[in-house]
């Protein structure tokens, strides 16, 4: 892998990173009643995911990339299927709720994660992480009232559910360092390929919708796999603290893309998103302050 030294040069490269995984709510929008065709989306999306850093690992590391898997370990399936589980959690979320509800849940994952961390690692939480904790959870709740339609519940429990997924993925990495992190994501696309295989075989579905929404499951999957692989070659020149606001770009721009009239969704957040979003982009930000201390580094190998 690209090893960068320079953050001058790493901070544009995860900025970019963020921005093409801003796109993914825009590919949901563009399917063809992608709530119809669920498990069809979560079979094409796990299945490039699979493939695509698969044929990455194959080219980093040659015929001997298959031995990562040999590395995994419990962390890695416990990583992997969480990130599974966010994975179809994410489409389950997006198709019954705005985009900025999906996406300011996801916004929520540092919290989560130092709670699980906190839980089962015994890491300690500070007072000023606490507090961070706190105005995040006012942030959810004033989102989570101003959405009480039935399918914006469901959307909002599924965006959060995601948001936890995406948190166990990060918690066990925090477990077992020396786990091949690409690989669990892999793992992940494969645990969502067998899953909605599964259930596509119970519900007697074809396995692909119309050869448009199947390009645009693909999209999503080579977006996902462009994004993490940027992520992970600027990621190691950059402290966390700072990773966590440059992750931001992912949201900001997920629900900027649906607003903006030149892209035909105009999907505008209602008053309580836009409230709630404002409390948890104040508490990433002071977490983010505080956490400047922290010089650890956040690398995907």
């Not at 994952?109 to 006012?138: C, D, G, Q, Y």
């Not at 004033?142 to 039935?150: D, L, V």
């Not at 399918?151 to 948190?167: M, P, R, Y």
């Not at 996902?224 to 900001?252: D, F, H, Q, R």
Request: charged share 10%; with cysteine; hydrophobic share 55%.
């Amino acid at each position: 892998m690209i090893e960068l030294k320079n953050e001058k040069i790493a901070v544009p490269i995860v900025l970019f990173a963020g921005l093409i995984w801003s796109f993914g709510p825009l590919v949901v929008r563009y399917m063809d009643n992608p709530h119809l065709v669920p498990w069809q989306y979560i079979f094409g999306r796990g299945l490039t995911i699979f493939i695509l850093l698969n044929l990455y690992l194959y080219f980093e590391e040659g015929l001997n990339f298959y031995k990562n898997y040999k590395k995994v370990g419990k962390s890695g399936l416990i990583g992997g299927c969480g990130l599974g589980v966010a994975m179809i959690s994410f489409i389950y979320s997006i198709t019954n709720t705005s985009a900025a509800i999906t996406l300011l849940c996801l916004a929520a994952m540092p919290f989560f994660t130092a709670l699980l961390a906190f839980l089962f690692l015994k890491e300690k939480i500070s007072f000023n992480v606490w507090i961070s904790i706190f105005i995040a959870t006012i942030g959810i709740i004033i989102m989570a009232i101003g959405n009480s339609e039935k399918n914006s519940i469901v959307g909002f429990i599924f965006g959060i559910t995601s948001s936890i997924g995406f948190s166990i993925f990060s918690v066990t990495l925090r477990w077992r360092k020396e786990t091949p992190k690409f690989t669990t994501v892999a793992v992940a696309g494969l645990f969502c390929f067998i899953v909605a295989a599964a259930m596509i075989l119970i519900k007697g579905q074809t396995f692909f919708s119309s050869s448009y929404n199947s390009s645009m499951f693909s999209l999503h999957g080579s977006l996902v796999c462009m994004g993490m692989i940027l992520y992970a070659i600027g990621s190691k020149a950059i402290p966390a603290a700072e990773l966590t606001l440059l992750s931001l770009t992912e949201v900001i721009g997920g629900i900027f893309w649906v607003w903006l009239p030149i892209f035909g969704i105009n999907e505008i957040p209602n008053t309580n998103t836009i409230i709630g979003g404002f409390f948890l982009f104040i508490s990433l930000f002071y977490y983010s302050l505080i956490m400047k201390w922290n010089k650890r580094y956040i690398a995907l190998n």
